[in-house]
């Protein structure tokens, strides 16, 4: 499975976002999806989590209530809605994906591929 995210851009504080992460090969619809970030000089991060049939959704603390993941397996696509975006959301943005759910979500080992990442930028 090849994934490629795409949306990132900039933009200004409070504003909004949408992030694609779109599924080439067999097999995403059983597939558990998570999304991290990774600011300049820092490590990469978890951001959210969804299992293959969107019934559980986990996020980390910094984002929740303000960042959605949602998925369409009909287009093989995870998404990542993005709102009161500040500048401490800027990061490039990866998608990751489990190929069987351990129920572990928020580290990069518990994922079996990823993409290439998309750039977000909130200026102040």
């Known amino acids: 499975v090849q994934l490629q995210a795409f949306g990132g851009g900039l933009v200004q504080a409070g504003g909004s976002l949408r992030l694609s992460c779109a599924a080439s090969g067999r097999g995403f619809s059983s597939y558990a999806m998570g999304w991290f970030r990774q600011a300049p000089g820092k490590e990469r991060e978890f951001v959210a989590f969804?299992?293959?049939?969107?019934?559980?959704?986990y996020y980390a603390d910094s984002v929740k209530g303000r960042f959605t993941i949602s998925r369409d397996n009909a287009k093989n696509t995870v998404y990542l809605q993005m709102n009161s975006l500040n500048p401490e959301d800027t990061a490039v943005y990866y998608c990751?994906?489990?190929?069987?759910?351990?129920?572990?979500?928020?580290?990069?080992?518990?994922?079996?591929?990823w993409g290439q990442g998309t750039q977000v930028t909130v200026s102040s």
């Open positions: 969804i299992t293959w049939n969107g019934g559980t959704t």
């Open positions: 990751a994906g489990q190929i069987d759910y351990s129920g572990v979500v928020t580290t990069e080992p518990a994922y079996d591929f």
